[in-house]
C-alpha cells in the first residue's frame, strides 16, 4: 500500500510535530466539547478528592486525539505517563515490569488496548481492581502465587475498535469517552492554532480549503498544512494564501472533499470495472490489487461517510453522489439499486 498524505495514522517521521502541536491543557484542546466538559468535572472531583483518577477508556478513529487527552489527563493530575501498546506486551513480565515500576498516581497509557493478548488481560484485571499483581511462581504441583502491592496508578486504554475488547476488561474502566470525527469549524480552528505555533502565514481562504480537505480529523489536518507550508516556502515566501494551496492541493493529487488517488482509483474501478456495482469485496481489491482488509478498514469508511459507497447483501455499490463527484453520469438503474439497499 503506497503512503497517503490523509491517512490518519501516525507515521513514524511526525512524532517531533505532533509533540510540537499537541496541547497541554483542556483549556487548548478544541473540539470534543462534552468529552472536555465531563472529563472536567471526572477530573475536578478526583483531586478534591485527593484520589487516583478512575481507569478511563477512550476510543475513536485515529488521529482524533486519544493519545493527547491522556497526555492532558496525566498533566492535570500531576503524574507521569508512561506509554505503550497492545502488540508490544508480548509476555506477562512485559506489564509486570511497568506495573511495579508506575509511583502513585502515575498514567499508564496502553494505545491499541484490543491487541493485548489474554495472559496480560487477566494480570491487569487485580492490578486495576484492587492494585496488586499476582504473580506465580514455580511451574506444575509446586506452582504458588504470591501478591505484590502497586501504587495506585490510573490506566488509560485507548481504542479504535471497542467491540473487540472483552466485557470484563471494559467493565474495569470508570469513565469511558467516544472521540467523534471534527466539524470544520474546529478543524479551522485547530490550523490556526498549529499556524501561529509553527510560525506560518496563512489566509483565511486557504484555512477554509485545507479544513475542507483534512477529513475531520486533526492529524491530517496538521500534516496537509505542513506540507502546503512546506509548498509555499518554495514557491510563495512561505505565506499560504488561497492560489498556493491549491496549486499545492494539485501537486499533492487530494481533491476538495478530502480524496487520494488511491480514493479516486476505488471509485472509479468500481463505477467503470463493475459498472457501479453491486461487486464483492475480493473482487474489488483484485481488481485494485489491495488487500480486502486494508480497503474495508482503512479506504471505506470514510468513503462511506461520504455517501459514495454503500454495503449491500449482494456486495459494494457506488452512489449517484459517486459518479457526480468523478464528473460521470450514472446508469438509469444506479438509483433503483441504491434505493434498494437502504
Known sequence: MEERIIDPALKTDEHTLDTTLRPSSLNEFIGQEKIKNNLGIFLAAAQKRKETLEHVLLYGNPGLGKTTLAYIIAKEMGGSIKITSGPALERVGDIASILTSLEKGDILF???IHR??????????????????????????GARSIRIDLNNFTLIGATTKISLLSAPLRDRFGATYHLAFYEDHEIEKIIKRSARI???????????????RARRTPRVANRLLKRVRDFAEVTADGIISSNTARDAFKLLEVDGLGLDHVDRVLLQTLIEKFNGGPVGLSALAAATAEETETIEQIYEPFLMQLGFIDRTQRGRIATPSAYAHLGKQPPANTTSLFNSSL
Do not use: C, F, R, W
Open 110 to 112: 496502553i494505545d491499541e
Open 116 to 141: 493485548i493478548n489474554k495472559n496480560i488481560e487477566e494480570v491487569l484485571y487485580p492490578a486495576m481492581e484492587e492494585s496488586a499483581l499476582d504473580v506465580i511462581i514455580g511451574k506444575g504441583p
Open 198 to 212: 509553527l510560525n506560518v502565514s496563512i489566509h483565511d481562504e486557504a484555512t477554509h480549503a485545507l479544513a475542507a
